[in-house]
């Protein structure tokens, strides 16, 4: 496997991260979802666009050793890295990707061209890894770093999309895909359901996903330490305590 020639690589954790990520986005691409999505039902082309943009990033990022990283951010491709993994560059070109592909005109035009098509999950599988950098790679000092509060307000900013394409789709009267409104009735769906049913997964897929990754960071501004010291008794003698010992 290509893993083994990375700088730093082993086997470990990390390693398995790596390929969880890696067939995350075969699944996406080249499985019976691929074929689902592309021919028949929106629900399909939503679950492809969810892995592909908020599951195998963040894996295919903690797969990266560290001296890999430490070769990303110092080689030939470091220059335009550190830009796009900035935050609220990440975080803006993340949103605006996500919501053009999901308008009735862009998405109906790259399911009817196949090189459109596949640089449409291309640029998902490439928003997804510039937003999920700040989340999952920490560096001392390094410009990119997040507060947990940081964090949490960040990965509230990647709800957005959810709420802004997931949840308009899962409550238009209408089916607004024209390219899958002759298709999905051959799967026993109507193109509204259909269309629901995709807004639906995108609207509780990311909430879930975004929220549970915040309440981590939200955890970590309560130090454990803090919370023992807080709960623990002091029962060692005091002064006090050994003088009426003693009498």
């Known amino acids: 496997m290509a893993y083994r020639w990375f700088p730093g690589a082993r086997r470990d954790l990390r ?74 560059l990440a975080a803006s070109i993340y949103f ?14 790259s399911l009817r061209s196949a090189p459109l098509y596949l640089f449409q999950h291309l640029t998902f599988l490439v928003v997804g890894l510039a937003f999920w950098w700040a989340v999952v790679i920490h560096r001392l000092g390094a410009s990119w770093n ?33 390219y899958y409104v002759a298709r999905s009735p051959a799967w026993g769906f109507s193109p509204v359901a259909d269309q629901h049913i995709g807004g639906l997964l995108m609207f509780a897929f990311d909430n879930l996903l975004m929220v549970g990754v915040a309440a981590f960071y939200f955890w970590r501004l309560f130090p454990e330490e803090a919370g023992q010291s807080d709960s623990r008794l002091d029962l060692s003698p005091t002064p006090e305590t050994k003088k009426e010992t003693r009498r």
Not at 146 to 171: F, N, Q
Request: hydrophobic letters at 60%; one cysteine or more.
């Open 15 to 88: 390693a398995l991260a790596w390929e969880g990520g890696v067939a995350v986005t075969l699944v996406a691409l080249v499985s019976g979802l691929d074929v689902a999505g592309a021919k028949f039902l929106f629900t399909a082309h939503m679950a492809q666009h969810l892995m592909l943009a908020m599951v195998a990033p963040p894996l295919l990022i903690r797969g990266l050793p560290d001296a890999t990283v430490d070769r990303l951010l110092n080689g030939p491709v470091a220059g335009p890295l550190r830009v796009v993994i900035q935050p609220v």
């Open 146 to 178: 997040l507060s947990p509060l940081g964090e949490v307000a960040y990965l509230t900013c990647g709800a957005l999309p959810s709420v802004v394409v997931g949840l308009t789709l899962a409550l238009l009267p209408r089916a607004i895909y024209g």
């Open 96 to 109: 605006a990707v996500l919501v053009v592909w999901h308008l009735p005109g862009p998405l109906d035009l």
